[in-house]
C-alpha cells in the first residue's frame, strides 16, 4: 500500500516539474500550453494521494478541459509572430530574474526544512467527495459561492466587451 | 503515507518556475501560462494543508481559486487579443505606452 503510494507520487511530481520547466522553457507556446496540461493532470493525481476527490476531477474538467482548451485557441489565433525572435529590450531582465526565483526558493524551503511535519491524522471514508464538499460550501461559505458565480458574470460580459473592440 | 512536506516542496518549486516564467518570457501567452502555474501550486498547497488538518476548508478554497483563475484566464486572453489587434504583437515588452 504504502510502496504503491511512494510510486504514484513520484511518477506525478516527476509530472509535474517536467511540465513546468516545459511551460518555462519551451519556446512555441504550443509546447508551453501542452506542458501545463501535463503538470494539470499530474496535480489531479496529487490531490486523489492527498483525498481530494472532487478537487481532482474538478481539476481535470475546469483546468485541463476548459482553460487549456481556451489558451490553445487563442494560441492557434495568434500563431503569426509569437516567436521570441526580436533582440530583447531589457537585457539585464532575465539573469535578475533567475536571481529572485533562487532568493525566493531559498527563503521557501528554509521555512519548509524548520517544520517538523505532526503526522498525518485518518481521515474518514466521505472526505473529499463532492458531498461532503458540497456540504461546506452550500452551508458556511454560500455567500461566497454566489459572489463567486457574480464573479464570473462579470467576467464573460467583460470578455464579450472587450473582444468585441472598438465600434465607431 | 506521503508526508506534506513533501507536496510543500513540489509546490514551492512548481511556484519558482511560474516566477521564472513571468519574470524572463516575453511572450504575453506564456506569461499567462506561468501564472496558472503559480496558481496551481498554491492549490496543491492547500489541498495539502486541508489533507494534514483533516478539514475542508482548504478544498473549498481551492474551489474558489478555480473559478476566479478561469474568469482570469478568459478578460487575460480578452485583453491579449484586444492588444494583438491593435498593435500586432504578444510581446510584453512592446507594449511599453507606460515607459517613461
Redesign the interface.
Known sequence: M?AI??VI?GAA?VG??AG??G??L?RA?IR??LA?LL??GS?AV??L????Q??AV??VI??AG??VV??LF??M??HA??G?A?P???PR??P???L???V??AA??TA?RD?A??P??A?GQG??TAE??AG??FTR?VL?FEL?SM??V???V??VV??R?ARP | ??????????S??????????V?????A??V???I??ML?SV??TF??F???L?S??G??T???V??????????G??????I??IR????V?DV?LLRG
Do not use: C, H
Not at chain 2, 514551492?12 to 516564467?21: D, Q, R
Not at chain 2, 486572453?77 to 484586444?82: E, T, V
Open positions: 504504502a503510494e511512494v507520487f511530481a509535474a516539474l513546468g520547466l511551460v518555462v519551451a507556446p508551453a500550453a501545463l503538470v494539470l496535480l496529487l490531490y494521494l492527498l483525498a481530494a472532487f478537487i474538478l481539476q475546469i483546468y476548459a482553460i481556451l489558451l487563442v494560441v489565433l495568434l509572430r509569437t521570441e526580436r530583447t529590450k531589457l531582465q532575465r535578475v530574474g533567475f529572485l526565483a533562487a525566493f526558493l521557501v524551503v519548509l517544520a511535519p505532526p498525518l491524522p481521515v472526505f473529499g461532503s464538499v461546506v460550501l461559505y461566497p463567486a464573479v464570473l462579470v467576467g464573460i467583460a470578455a472587450i473582444g473592440g | 503515507m506521503i508526508p506534506i512536506p513533501y507536496y510543500l516542496a513540489l514551492a518549486v512548481l511556484f519558482t518556475m511560474g516566477v521564472v516564467g519574470l524572463t518570457r516575453r511572450n501567452l506564456v499567462f501560462m506561468s496558472e502555474l496551481n492549490n496543491l489541498v495539502a486541508a489533507r494534514q483533516g475542508l476548508e478544498q473549498v481551492v474551489f474558489f478555480m473559478v476566479i483563475a478561469a474568469v482570469e484566464v478568459v478578460v486572453l480578452s485583453i491579449i487579443i484586444a494583438f489587434r500586432d504583437t504578444v510581446d515588452d511599453d
